[in-house]
Every structure is written in structure tokens, then in C-alpha cells.
């Protein structure tokens, strides 16, 4: 009796990108694409209605990213096992990613032997992390994690504002803003403000626009 087919739907906002990626699964003999999607909206959308057994998912997609869908997908219980396939490899995105659930974190660099065995694996019920994003993410678990207050302020000084101007928006003090900084300082390893948001943007905590 023959097998079926691993059933695929593919999300990236450029078609020509996603043209490729269905190019290359689809001469497996043991895969089909089943659906394509646009953005991380009509991805969600599309695996309710077509039930794939693994969707591959670009992060960054207007209207809503990967991250957002995949935590649109989880809650529905759907059989489908996502693999993050995108450029971005920040210590903050290959964390963010696993924990919202993502069962794979594939560079759109990466040989096509090795998209299509981490396709297989996933199907299988494995969580397959090539060695180089890996190592990030053992980086990323062994460094002290920042608090939610400690985030807020740090996105806060991204955009320039000064301490007094961070306590008067968050409603605290200027020594209380300055108590967390020095934190912030010495869990990213910081000598000053501005060093810690380089670091800050390195790792992907922030995003400067």
C-alpha cells in the first residue's frame, strides 16, 4: 500500500521566494504542496481548511508575522507541525519562534537536501535546529532573561528618551528607571546606554525603526 504524500503549505510574502521553496518540495516523490499563502493571515486561514501536515512559515509577512500565526495555529490543535524558514537568525527570533511552538528553524540559505529532510523529520515528531542556529539558541537560555518592566524601559531608551521621560511614561521614578538600567547594563553586558542597545538590536530584543 502506498504512502501518502506529506502534505505542505508553504507562507512567504514574495512569490518568487515561494516559488522556489514549492519548486523544490514538490519533485519529492513523498510531498505535495497543498496551499500557498501570502502572509501569515491567509496562512492560519489556509491550514484550518487544508489540515497540511507541515506548514513552512517565513517570519517577517505583512498583516501578520510568523510568530503571530503560529500562535494563531496553536490553540486550534491542528495537525500540522510548523518549520520556520526565513533569513532572520537572531538569538531573540530562534528563541521567540520554538517557544510559540515552531518544531523546526530553517535558513532560506540552506541546501535543499536539508529542507526536505527537516520536512520529513517534523513530520515524523521530531524538532529538527541545524547546529549553527543551535548554538544560538544554548547563547540565548545560559544569559540571564530580561524582565518585562526591564524590556519596556530598554525599548523606551531605543527611542532616545532620557530616564526622567522613561519613569513620566511607565509612571515611576527616574531612580527607579535608573535602578533597572544598571540591571539592564550588567545582563547585556553593557558599559553604557547606547552599548546596550547595540547589544540589544544584535540579538533581536529590539528592533530600531
Known amino acids: 500500500m502506498r504512502q501518502a504524500k506529506i502534505s505542505i503549505l508553504v507562507a512567504d ?12 518540495v514538490e519533485v ?8 500557498e499563502a501570502n502572509d501569515g493571515l491567509e496562512a492560519v486561514k489556509l ?7 507541515v ?16 500562535a494563531q495555529i496553536q490553540p ?8 520556520i524558514l526565513t533569513t532572520f537568525e537572531s538569538e531573540q527570533d530562534v528563541h521567540m519562534a520554538l517557544k510559540a511552538g515552531a518544531r523546526g528553524y530553517l535558513l532560506k540559505d540552506s541546501p535543499r537536501t536539508t529542507l526536505v529532510e ?14 549553527r542556529i543551535s548554538q544560538k539558541l544554548v547563547k540565548t537560555m545560559s544569559r540571564p532573561s530580561l524582565s518585562s518592566r526591564e524590556l519596556d524601559i530598554l ?3 531605543a527611542e532616545g528618551k532620557s530616564n526622567k521621560a522613561v519613569g513620566e511614561q511607565l509612571g515611576i521614578t ?26 540589544a538590536v544584535h540579538r533581536g530584543i529590539v528592533k530600531l525603526t
Open 174 to 199: 527616574a531612580g527607579t528607571v535608573k535602578s533597572h538600567v544598571k540591571s539592564l547594563l550588567n545582563k547585556l553586558g553593557a558599559p553604557c546606554r547606547t552599548g546596550a542597545v547595540k547589544e
Open 76 to 83: 486550534l490543535q491542528l495537525p500540522s507541525r510548523v518549520i
Open 28 to 35: 519529492e516523490r513523498d510531498m505535495r504542496v497543498v496551499a
Open 55 to 70: 506548514v513552512l512559515l517565513d517570519l517577517r509577512m505583512p498583516r501578520m508575522d510568523g510568530l503571530e500565526a503560529i
Open 47 to 53: 491550514a484550518t481548511k487544508h489540515l497540511p501536515d
Open 155 to 157: 525599548r523606551l531608551i
Open 13 to 24: 510574502d514574495h512569490p518568487v521566494v515561494r516559488d522556489g521553496i514549492v519548486s523544490m
Open 118 to 131: 527537516t520536512i520529513r523529520e517534523v513530520h515524523r515528531g521530531h524538532t529538527c535546529i541545524p547546529p
